[in-house]
Antibody, heavy 118, light 111 residues
Framework: EVRLEESGGGLVQPGGSLGLSCIAS????????MDWVRQAPGKGLEWVGR??????????EYAASVKGRFTISRVDSENSLHLRMVSLQIEDTAVYYC?????????WGQGTQVTVSS | DIVMTQTPLSSPVTLGQPASISCRSS???????????LSWLHQRPGQPPRLLIY???NRFSGVPDRFSGSGAGTDFTLKISRVEPEDVGVYYC????????FGGGTKVEIK
């Protein structure tokens, strides 16, 4: 069974930093693309960024709204995906989801809440 | 970026009656491998999105057969043959052919 468990969310002041993690199980982690998707309160879903897999050289891609502020990393030996967020803005307040893809199927975690507020 | 446009924004439906949601992409979603990475998600308040349909018309494990997906190229449709109370919530289309983008969502509520 594919499982994705996010952690690390919390309350942070504008301009602050936060790191999120996603621990995966139930599939060969190094084979998979891994994405971060977020959802602001009362809003729709927004793709944040991606790490491709080992076969595709772990390329990282980011949405324009977070490029230069957010950094995705992964540790395949630990089946973990990470999102480092700096210079956080109020508009970054959202639930952040970890997503992986297997044969066209998107598997989602339960999400972790990030609140940016003074 | 591929823009996904969903209609309607809101859909009041009668229990037991059908419902339909449309999704149009700004460019073809046919990938270089020949597959079309168009999915449909359902989200209830306070819960994560739940996958219903992947690659246009494939129902995910455990999804009732009253849900069906169809379409090709740039035009796609999700149909619910008979709406049940648990079907209320917001439905999103999602493409993963080129990066990932989402439709704006369609809120399904009971009349």
């Amino acid at each position: 069974e594919v499982r994705l468990e996010e952690s690390g969310g919390g309350l942070v002041q504008p301009g602050g930093s936060l790191g999120l993690s996603c621990i995966a199980s139930g599939f060969v982690f190094s084979d998979n693309y891994m994405d971060w998707v977020r959802q602001a309160p009362g809003k729709g879903l927004e793709w944040v960024g991606r790490s491709t897999n080992k076969a595709h050289s772990y390329i990282k891609e980011y949405a324009a709204s977070v490029k230069g502020r957010f950094t995705i990393s992964r540790v395949d030996s630990e089946n973990s995906l990470h999102l480092r967020m700096v210079s956080l803005q109020i508009e970054d307040t959202a639930v952040y989801y970890c997503v992986t893809w297997i044969s066209g199927v998107a598997y989602w975690g339960q999400g972790t809440q990030v609140t940016v507020s003074s | 970026d591929i823009v996904m446009t969903q209609t309607p924004l809101s859909s009041p439906v009668t229990l037991g009656q059908p419902a339909s949601i449309s999704c149009r992409s700004s460019q073809s979603l046919v990938a270089s491998d020949g597959d079309t990475y168009l999915s449909w998600l359902h989200q209830r308040p306070g819960q994560p999105p739940r996958l219903l349909i992947y690659k246009i018309s494939n129902r995910f494990s455990g999804v009732p057969d009253r849900f069906s997906g169809s379409g090709a190229g740039t035009d796609f449709t999700l149909k619910i043959s008979r709406v049940e109370p648990e079907d209320v919530g917001v439905y999103y289309c999602m493409q993963a052919t080129q990066s990932v983008t989402f439709g704006g969502g369609t809120k399904v509520e009971i009349k």
